[in-house]
């Protein structure tokens, strides 16, 4: 599964600014990659103040990024080569300026449009204290106060993320029915699934209760606000919303995907991908792994474990729009250290970077994750080796983490710069179509990275994934089991998948394996280039040999 951050992946309106066409026109690089399906990130129209994640209007497409036309086009040309088209929909909150938000700030307290949302009285003699001490995601409180019709001060609403971002109430049937008919409203365009934002969010503790102590708590370590059990019952309608839909289409297999960050807690995960939930949810443990054997293992290991229980396999990610890019985590003079392990989602730090020892490290993983059995899913720039761009003047800077913080924290632009496709610098690097300013301006070096000039190159970062995606298809992806192998070693990670052992050598030395491990093996795949030797593991690599 490739994953498209819409507004950075291809720009045909060369207004600076990624679009539905761009990626229609990059279709033939999809299949050249061989991916199966294709994530979008939200397009629907919104004020971009979470590039996307504000949502006006379910049921429709941003102007920016196209119109309906543009996305049937789209999807209809992703079938006709095979790769099926996720969106992204997003149900804990919306816009401030969805309509329906417009129309509960105009109505009074109390009143059923307010009831779809979490409306309520501040605490104090006036009303002037928040309804309870919560903290929002991208900082300062999780409640703010309207003006009511009268023009004085009146009701706080929820938002877990900005205050552009209002928290649905899930126990409002006009909610449920909402999305229930925007589901089906793209399922009936074409669309074969979604990726659904911030599960873990929706539905909050009965009562709404402080959380303790003095110290403010963010969402993700709330547990009246995160991972609230009774939400359950969500997932389970809307798995039967799909199942319901692909039964009245039997030509149709849509499916749902889950984005909940649960660190550590493979039981959480499993919840999610329980037979009457989601069909994948994907596993962040091994995203916000230090470079090391012991985490590393237990990253794969715990997932692999519980989800196998559970009767369904892991899905596996590297990277994504909201990390800093594989390449900076790994290159980072502390990648190995395992207090970096932190579990936040930004995997922010201010170690040095070495970007050639980073790249190294995420060829390796790459051979490594795509070898485990179950889905994996790639980011965009991921497949070029593109690292984190850390040095993005602060005036170019749109990501509410940096600005809620006032600057305190870079935020997540730097993984969304546009994608270099080949070396003209007029049009950010073929970014777009004709002479463009992108929205996010790329680093001077950027072309260096450019899929033009991988394409030429059989040790390119491009080369490796395009060899990666086909040689793992000979793994029977989707089926276990993960046999842990040559334990002997404690500085490597290896398993076996079938008559395939996948080794992985993340320490700085090269380590000779037992001869007995490779007797009449074959180097499959290789993380490094010139490694030809099926007795030794370099270090930083990953290798498959095959008996
Ligand atoms: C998770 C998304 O991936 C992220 O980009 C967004 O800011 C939050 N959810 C809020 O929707």
Known sequence: MYQIYVRSFADAGADGVGDLAGVRSRIAYLQRLGVDAVWLTPFYPSPQRDHGYDVADYF??????????????????????????????????????????????????????????????????????????????????????????????????????????????????????????????????????????????????????????????????????????????????????????????????????????????????AAYVAPDEFHQAFSFDLLLSPWNVATLRDAIDAPHRALTAAGTTVTWVLNNHDVQRAVTRYGRLVAHDVSSWTGSPLGYSDSEVDVALGTRRARAAAVMVAALPGSLYVYQGEELGLPEVLDLPDTVRTDPVFLRAGGAEIGRDGCRVPIPWDDDATTACGFATAPATPWLPQPENWSTWSVARQEGDSDSMLALYRATLRRRTELAPHEGPLEWVLTDHAQLLAFARGDVTVVLNPTSDAVTLDASATEAADIMLTSSPGHVDPRVVPADTCVWLRS
Not at 88 to 94: E, L, S
Not at 203 to 224: M, Q
Request: proline share 8%.
């Open 60 to 269: 429709d497409v941003e102007p920016q990024y196209g119109d309906l036309a543009e996305l049937d086009a789209l999807v209809a040309e992703c079938r006709s080569v095979g790769i099926r088209v996720l969106m992204d929909i997003v149900p804990n909150h919306c816009s401030s300026e969805h309509a329906w938000f417009q129309e509960a700030l105009a109505s009074a307290p109390g009143s059923a449009s307010r009831s779809r949302f979490w409306f309520r009285d501040g605490r104090g003699a006036d009303g002037e204290v928040p309804p309870n001490n919560w903290s929002a995601e991208f900082g300062g409180s999780a409640w703010t106060r309207v003006t009511e019709a009268d023009g004085a001060p009146g009701q706080w609403y929820l938002h877990t993320f900005t205050p552009w971002q209002p928290d649905f109430d899930w126990s409002n049937d006009d909610v449920v029915e909402h999305f229930d008919r925007a589901l089906r409203f793209w399922f009936d365009r074409g669309v074969d699934g979604f990726r659904v934002d911030a599960v873990q969010f929706v539905g909050k503790a009965p009562g709404l209760p402080d959380t303790e102590g003095d110290a403010p708590v963010s969402p993700a370590r709330n547990p009246h606000l995160s991972f609230v059990a009774s939400s359950h019952a969500v997932w389970r309608h809307w798995r039967a919303t799909v199942d319901a839909y692909n039964e009245a289409h039997p030509a149709r297999d849509v499916f749902l995907v889950a984005e909940a960050y649960t660190p550590r807690r493979p039981d959480i995960l």
